[in-house]
């Protein structure tokens, strides 16, 4: 009499085992075949293909006998084909030599790649900072000088012979078991050591403090903003040190903070579209430029990071926030006591209306507590407050 039960039992199972494992959904009228073109990104042709983008690894078959096979290129011939009754996207024929398509288009977010956003107080606290500009300046823009402080860490320095020694005159030796210098002892000593600043860099970014970065729902505080200023060069190294200023985006200001560079410290930028490792579950917490609204291939931070679970690459689904509102139509006489909070203090009726969805997020740059995504797709306007979850 167990057996049906068991049989019944034993399938779920396997259906929950296998479930990852099973074909992908591929759109209706998808290609069976496409040639990447310069200017194609990553999730474009993932569109073409699949009803969810981000099951792209599920299709794409990587090639073991070619150099970062996650890659591809302008030029690549991408065919449908089908293995053990599931599709694989496979390359055919010779690449040419270009650079590799990413994920999303990067032009708009080369710079949100390339500058600090996010920092620790403790992080400004201790950079270098613009303390004047020529006599009668408040405010500078690019092709002027500056004068500031603190631009590199500080360190010990002593020369090698600095140590202090005592030294004895010709022909005068210490009594055994003095406990005073004998008359006719001198001090020698060696050039005092001092502190100094090593600058770390040549090139810096100006950054101004903003707003405190929080958990939407405990209030937490995740980092500090930094608000990209510009970009200046060192010319002398001093205290004060001497830079030029060399593009903004804004008037620079006395106070403006100096932290290296990140120009050059761009993490891989091809990354293919996927799920986070675990579920995530938190909310848009800002629309960096100073708007509260977004909308299509718009920038947001959230309030998950690294910590999270959270890496490049992944997409976040984001859903309108959950609303309480009166129905004005509800009978007032219903017995409601089961459920107080569905009505107000006047006796009205409440009702909540679930969350729908909003658009699509992928995740382009990640901090600790903290993300930068690319809205890739938006059905209505999105804010900030509205959650996002894991697909």
Request: charged fraction near 25%; proline fraction near 8%; glycine fraction near 8%.
């Amino acid at each position: 009499m167990f057996k049906p039960r068991l049989h019944l039992l034993t399938a779920i199972l396997i259906l929950l085992v296998s479930a990852p494992l099973m074909a992908v959904q591929l759109r209706d009228g998808h290609p069976n075949e496409v040639i990447v073109a310069k200017g194609d990104t990553l999730w474009d042709i993932s569109g073409r293909f699949l009803q969810h983008p981000w099951e792209w690894p599920k299709l794409w078959k990587r090639n073991p006998s070619i150099k970062n096979p996650d890659l591809i290129y302008p030029g690549d011939r991408l065919s449908l084909t089908w293995v053990n009754g599931q599709p694989r996207l496979v390359r055919q024929g010779r690449r040419k030599k270009n650079s590799p398509i990413g994920i999303i288009s990067l032009r708009e977010l080369r710079a949100f790649l390339s500058r600090p956003y996010l920092l620790d107080d403790r992080a400004i606290e201790n950079s270098g900072y613009i303390i004047a500009f020529r006599e009668g300046t408040l405010i500078a823009g690019p092709g002027e000088r500056a004068y500031a402080r603190h631009l590199g860490s500080l360190e010990e320095d002593f020369e090698p012979s600095s140590t202090s020694t005592w030294r004895l005159p010709p022909g005068v030796t210490l009594p055994p078991g003095s406990g005073e210098l004998p008359e006719g002892f001198r001090f020698v000593e060696g050039k005092p050591g001092k502190k100094v600043r090593r600058p770390t860099a040549t090139h810096f970014d100006i950054v101004r403090p903003g707003d405190l970065y929080k958990d939407y729902q405990t209030g937490e505080v995740l980092g500090r903003v930094a608000l990209y200023i510009g970009t200046a060069k060192l010319l002398r190294d001093d205290d004060p040190a001497t830079i030029k200023i060399t593009s903004t985006t804004m008037e620079v200001m006395q106070g403006d903070r100096l932290i290296p560079s990140t120009e050059k410290k761009i993490k891989n930028l091809y990354f293919q579209p996927g799920v986070p490792s675990q579920q995530v579950d938190g909310h848009i917490i800002d629309v960096p430029g100073g708007v509260n609204i977004a909308g299509q291939y718009s920038v947001v931070a959230i309030d998950r990071g690294a910590a999270d679970g959270l890496e490049q690459g992944d997409v976040l689904l984001v859903n309108t926030s959950q609303r309480r509102i009166v129905d004005r139509f509800a009978p007032r006489n219903r017995d409601e006591s089961e459920f107080p909070e569905n009505r107000n203090m006047w006796g009205e009726a409440i009702v909540t209306l679930p969350e729908e969805s909003a658009g699509k997020i992928i995740i382009f740059r990640v901090f600790h507590r903290v993300s930068f995504g690319l809205i890739s797709s938006a059905t209505r306007s999105i804010k900030s407050g509205y959650p996002v979850h894991s697909p």
